[in-house]
């Protein structure tokens, strides 16, 4: 009674079938047309329907209908309960305390609805009906400077923002705003001019090319800030270097582009190793809206949006004001006629908006821009560069602190190498990853891919796991541990998930057994799988991955629960209960291993 095709062979072949609407949804919308049948005048009151522990499901949304109407809760309950019929989705429903409806679903619709998940490529999630262009701005370090724990922050977030808003059909642009312009080129660029051998390769490093790139530009900046604070005709020199580069003159800008280059090296190294994919064509730096800050900055002044102020241009917010109460304005041209940050930001968003045509902005940077980005958005919706219709977002995230609880850096207060920490949080997955492997007889290689596999996403999930808002402990003993809310824990469960398949047989594809009962572990395990499609909804609303991580994480704990009550190979039931959890299984893996991939981890098949 098994069927043919393997478990991943529906995954390959790129069909994706109608979505499949949620249980939860189905009686979402049986539920308000009784709301509606009782009291008429409700047609769109909100059923506010939750997921329960005493039931499937409890509606609350009788309660303030009631008030509203003025009526008796319990006997409106009862109205209710009599407009909403058993059919397919709907089983028993009864009313308790002051006027809930308890609501649980048959049996037969939960296993139907697992098999239309599984014979659907996306897992039943919906794409949007109607959906926008999303710029997102995340992985933005600094060219010549090292990447710091903040930098990973960006990246990792702004990676998972932009898959789960590219899986929900949403039009994702990507910009990585590196900072890749401004005066502190001109030494440099100096330097380099006068000493050019100064980024040549050192002989007998055997560091990694990304590391060694980011130690000679580090060497020729310590070098040239040596020389810049201590030779005045450096110096001079130095300055003229800016206004030659901010001029296009050629050959500074050719030794320029040797910093962004050799930049890059080491960038896509340390993106390698966080298994993030950048693609060079998105890495739009501050450089590329240069040619744009004139006109920026001519809009503002003509509009009256700018004002001079002391020799700046300057924007003015009532609401903005310095410790001392006089007012911080947004400076778009400083006193000398340089143009700073913000200048660019506002080109950035003229570009966004207005050749992109983005329907959402999305910045994932580090609270302390916080003022930054409200005021530029401010001042780009008085230019009339952000209309109503547009949402611009900056999404704050917290600091990385250590095990002292203060911002992440060494004793020597320099802050740690992003690369030295994710080759230690490889290392101490390796360990943990090993022993168990060596039981299951994972050859040297296996134990080496899984444990780097392991040991990153403990480190993205640490980060995903957290609301954005809020700061962290990177502690790598628990973000590698096997129990608790860690990436390992789900990284198992798929992994297991894996391993009854294998024993089940190659080639196995359960069919569905509606007319079965279910187990209350098989019960819960299916109702939460079914709340997939609007765990991913909610994040795409709220952009908030960590509601991703945590529906997730549920997932792996009731599978394990299921798997200690149920047997699946063995099922007493016979082989159709055997094919019913076998779907669970199926199911349980795929959406594990979709779930992690939209967080940017991988779901080793063997653990
Ligand atoms: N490069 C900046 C930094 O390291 C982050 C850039 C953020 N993006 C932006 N559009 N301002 O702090």
Redo the contacts with the bound molecule.
Sequence with gaps: TMRRNSFPAHTRNGISMASVPSLSASLQQRVSAALAAAVPSAVDADPLLRRSDRADFQANGVLGLAKRAKANPRELAAAVLAALPTDEVVGQVEVSGPGFLNISVPDAAITANLSLRAADDRLGVPEKAAPGITVI?YA???VAKEMHV??LR?SVIGDAIAKILEFEGEQVVRRH???DWGTQFGMMIQYLLEHPHALDHTEGSDADAGEASMSRLDRLYKSARTLFDADEAFKDRSRRRVVDLQAGDPETLATWQRFVDESKIYFFSVYDKLDIEIADADIVGESGYNDMLVETCELLEKSGVAVRSEGALCVFFDDIKGKDGDPVPLIVRKSDGGFG?AA??LS?IRNRTGDLHATTLL?V??VR?SL?FKMVFETARRAGWLTDGVVARHLPFGTVLGADGKPFKTRAGASVKLEDLLDEAVDRATAVVREKGEKIGLSEQEIVDNGRQVGIGAVKYADLSTSLGRDYIFDLDRMVSLNGDTSVYLQYAYARTRSIFRKAGPDQRPVAHPELALEPAERALGLHLDAFGDALAEVAESYEPHRLASYLFQLASLFTTFYELCPVLTADGGPAQVENRLLLCELTGRTLSKGLQLLGIRSPERL
């Design positions: 701005d933005q370090p600094n903040g930098h960006s705003h590196i900072g940050y660019t930001d950035a910045y940077v580090d821009q930054h």
